[in-house]
Nanobody
Framework: EVQLQASGGGLVQAGGSLRLSCTASGFPFDDYAISWFRQAPGKERVGVSCISSSDAKTYYADSVKGRFTISRDDNKGTVYLQMNSLKPEDTAVYYC???????????????????????WGKGTLVTVSS
């Protein structure tokens, strides 16, 4: 059974940090790029960051560049999103998704391709208070 589970969300004050985890099972994790998306209340789901398979190349939306760091531990089947200097506008449900091999960056507000992901995890809520 394929599972992709996001965890680590919570309530934090502005300027604080959280680390999200995306844990996978049931598919060859090493072969998949893992992306993080977020969806704020009343807004569309947008890409935040992605890490490719094999060479672990990373990509970040401008809104999080310099504050968020994505990494992967293939031995644990887990991708992490370290979020520092959090802002109230980071408040959203965060989702992880898996796509074969590479990250598909489309740029603009969407940043990452939303459609065509092979697997999606359930979201984890991040709330940043001012």
């Amino acid at each position: 059974e394929v599972q992709l589970q996001a965890s680590g969300g919570g309530l934090v004050q502005a300027g604080g940090s959280l680390r999200l985890s995306c844990t996978a099972s049931g598919f060859p994790f090493d072969d998949y790029a893992i992306s993080w998306f977020r969806q704020a209340p009343g807004k569309e789901r947008v890409g935040v960051s992605c890490i490719s398979s094999s060479d672990a190349k990373t990509y970040y939306a401008d809104s999080v560049k310099g504050r968020f760091t994505i990494s992967r531990d293939d031995n644990k089947g887990t991708v992490y999103l370290q979020m520092n200097s959090l802002k109230p506008e980071d408040t959203a449900v965060y989702y992880c998704a898996a796509d074969r091999w590479v990250c598909t960056v489309v740029g603009g507000p969407q940043f990452l391709r939303l459609g065509g992901m092979d697997y999606w995890g359930k979201g984890t809520l991040v709330t940043v208070s001012s």
